[in-house]
C-alpha cells in the first residue's frame, strides 16, 4: 500500500503563486512516476503535470504550460508541483497520483488517470480574482 498525502493547497489572488507538496510512503519512491491532477467542481479530473521516475521527463497540460513547474525529491518522498501565475480558471481539488507498476512507458500515458494506481486525498486550490 501506498499512501499520498498532499498539501499545500490554499485560498490566493489572482497572479500569486502556490507550491503543492505530495509526500510519499514506501521505501521505493524513486521507483514512482508522479502525476497531479485536478478537478473543479462539475467537471472532470484533468491532468496537470506528471514527472518520470527518473526526473527526467516532465509533462503539462497546455493550460498550465509555463506557468506551472513539477518536481520531485526522492530522498524526501516528495512530488511538488509550484504554481506560478496563477488564474481563477485553475481553482479546482489538486491531487497527487502514483504510478507504482514499473511504468508508464507510452509518453501519451502520463495523462489518464487510469495510468495510476494510487491517489491522495486532494488539496483545494482557489484563486480569487
Known amino acids: 500500500q501506498v499512501q499520498l498525502v498532499e498539501s499545500g493547497g490554499g485560498l490566493v489572488q489572482a497572479g500569486g503563486s502556490l507550491r503543492l507538496s505530495c509526500a510519499a510512503s514506501?521505501?521505493?519512491?524513486?521507483?514512482?512516476?508522479m502525476g497531479w491532477f485536478r478537478q473543479a467542481p462539475g467537471k472532470e479530473r484533468e491532468f496537470v503535470a506528471a514527472?518520470?521516475?527518473?526526473?527526467?521527463?516532465?509533462y503539462y497540460a497546455d493550460s498550465v504550460k509555463g506557468r506551472f513547474a513539477i518536481s520531485r525529491d526522492d530522498a524526501k518522498n516528495t512530488v511538488y508541483l509550484q504554481m506560478n501565475s496563477l488564474k481563477p480558471e485553475d481553482t479546482a481539488v489538486y491531487y497527487c497520483?502514483?504510478?507504482?507498476?514499473?511504468?508508464?512507458?507510452?509518453?501519451?500515458?502520463?495523462?489518464?488517470?487510469?495510468?495510476?494506481?494510487?491517489w491522495g486525498q486532494g488539496t483545494q486550490v482557489t484563486v480569487s480574482s
Open positions: 497520483a502514483a504510478n507504482t507498476k514499473g511504468g508508464p512507458f507510452y509518453s501519451s500515458s502520463y495523462y489518464y488517470t487510469g495510468t495510476y494506481d494510487y
Open positions: 514506501g521505501r521505493t519512491f524513486s521507483s514512482y512516476a
Open positions: 514527472i518520470n521516475r527518473s526526473g527526467g521527463n516532465t
